[in-house]
């Protein structure tokens, strides 16, 4: 029984010492195998990191995920900022830091993500050089558009402080800007006018893409008819959409009343014509127009009108020009014949006849089924630092923040009279017009006017000048990055939305 007994120990030994050895050389070919493929892998990745790196792959990367849902994004970027804007501690949010080459090591030995590693280094060459040339494409405009509700209120919300997303652009990479507008050229220090969001109250602002907004410009004409509120805005609107314009593909021209911008690759316009009273005035000339005894005609405007058809976005406002009198002049006759003797209404009653013939012009020479009309609301000035209680400041000058208790009623001497008139013709026109409504939300940003960072008579205030802002401050135009950039985020959305 003893040699039975042993062959089974000597039999089981062998088949067990069989098994040990295919065992060993198993997790041998395992560990060698896992070798090779992670250092295939981290070739691929040392491939891909210097191929990509020279061209910001991983800011890229960072900011398509950070894009990946925009109402998220939106509502991330509320709360933190609302956080700091209520704090005042710190301006700087909390960035997590973005590290990829870090973070691919430490999904490796998750079996699942490695699998996931393994197929996309197997995916065609073809594709990843596809994906590259791409990126930057994907980087500018990626992503979906999330549209606000038709019925939200756009112009109802708060003003929140976001160093993340803007300004939309940069000052010194803008030279279609004029001296004007210029403030931190022209000697401002603070920079934190440019860093507002506007955020309504019941849905979110679309983020802005030029290219976007380009393809709906495509063989368009988009036009800004007005006051130099209105030329204020189509220079935001120029910068906003030229930085993704190649160098020698677009074009700024001047001729008369009417600035043209041109893009040639979407042979679309940006365009701007000066009619500060929208109908004929004595004050029509766009060079020499600094006259103190303005004088109407309420009911002649085809002279304008002419320069506005076959226009595809129409942008009108007015109402700067009309507020440095109580009551209005209204020619007997006509300028071409000579004319001089005027009449005297007042302000609003002017303004209603102004208004009147304007709708009257678009509803004859507009075709709402090409054409989208919009009107901006009065934009209002900040004279008087007593309206917002600083009893120590004088006008705009050295203002650095927006009025952020935005409940409490405010009065900074809008006439809202001449907003309500606007307000209601637009309302009761058969051609469907677009009341831009930025005057509650711009009577809060006391902070964004070019002050006495702006030019006089064609130049620059001198320093003299710009310590005496009582005399010199500019407290009606805006600097530029700054809040006409908002009011342009308005008319993106609508053509967006509606073209």
């Not at 006495?452 to 805006?478: F, M, N, S």
């Amino acid at each position: 029984m003893q040699p039975v007994h042993r062959k089974t120990p000597l039999c089981s030994t062998a088949t067990l010492a069989m098994k040990h050895r295919k065992s060993n050389n198993l997790s041998i070919f395992i560990v060698v195998s896992s070798v090779l493929l992670f250092g295939v892998f981290m070739y691929n990745e040392d491939v891909k990191s210097m191929a990509d790196f020279p061209f910001s792959r991983p800011r890229g990367i960072t900011e398509e995920s950070k894009q990946g849902d925009p109402v998220q994004e939106s509502i991330k970027n509320e709360k933190g900022n609302e956080i700091l804007v209520n704090s005042l501690t710190s301006l700087e949010e909390n960035k997590p830091e973005k590290n990829i080459p870090d973070e691919i090591p430490q999904k490796l030995p998750n079996d699942t993500d490695s699998s996931v590693i393994k197929e996309e280094e197997q995916e065609p060459v073809e594709n990843e050089e596809k994906q590259k040339i791409e990126l930057p494409a994907v980087e500018e405009d990626g992503g979906d558009v999330e549209l606000p509700p038709e019925e939200c209120d756009l112009f109802t919300g708060q003003w929140i402080y976001d160093n993340e997303t803007r300004p939309l652009y940069k000052e010194d990479e803008c030279e279609f800007l004029t001296a004007q507008v210029t403030c931190m050229r022209n000697g401002r220090k603070d920079s934190m006018y440019q860093n507002w969001r506007w955020q309504p109250r019941d849905c979110n602002l679309p983020k802005f893409k030029p290219r976007l907004l380009l393809e709906k410009l495509r063989n368009k004409r988009l036009m800004f008819v007005g006051d130099s509120l209105n030329r204020n805005q189509w220079e935001s609107m120029v910068c906003l959409v030229q930085s993704v314009i190649p160098p020698g593909r677009k074009s700024l021209n001047k001729t008369g009343s009417l600035s043209v911008f041109r893009i040639e690759d979407y042979n679309a316009t940006v365009e701007f014509y000066w009619a500060p009273f929208l109908v004929q005035s004595n004050s029509d000339d766009p060079n020499m127009h600094s006259i103190l005894n303005r004088i109407i005609m309420p009911e002649s405007i085809n002279e304008h009108g002419n320069n506005w058809k076959e226009v595809d976005f129409l942008i009108f406002n007015t109402y700067i020009w009309w507020m440095n009198t109580f009551s209005m002049k209204i020619l007997r006759g006509s300028f071409d014949k000579g004319d001089t003797e005027y009449d005297e209404i007042e302000r609003p009653m002017a303004y209603a006849r102004v208004l009147n013939t304007w709708s009257k012009w678009v509803e004859m020479n507009v075709d709402p089924n090409r054409t989208m009309v919009f009107f901006s609301s009065t934009s209002p000035l900040h004279i008087k630092s007593l309206d917002w209680n600083n009893p120590d400041g004088v006008k705009c000058a050295l203002e650095t923040s927006p009025i952020l208790n935005m409940s409490t009623p405010l009065d900074v001497g809008t006439d809202r009279r001449l907003f309500r008139i606007a307000d209601n013709v637009t309302q009761s026109m058969k051609v469907p017009v677009h009341f831009i409504n930025i005057t509650t939300l711009s009577e809060y940003r006391k902070d964004a006017h070019t002050s006495v960072y702006t030019i006089r008579q064609g130049k620059i205030l001198t320093p003299e000048q710009q310590a005496d802002p009582a005399t010199y401050a500019d407290c009606i135009h805006w600097c530029l990055p700054g809040l006409p950039d908002t009011w342009n985020e308005f008319i993106y959305t609508r053509i967006i939305s509606y073209s």
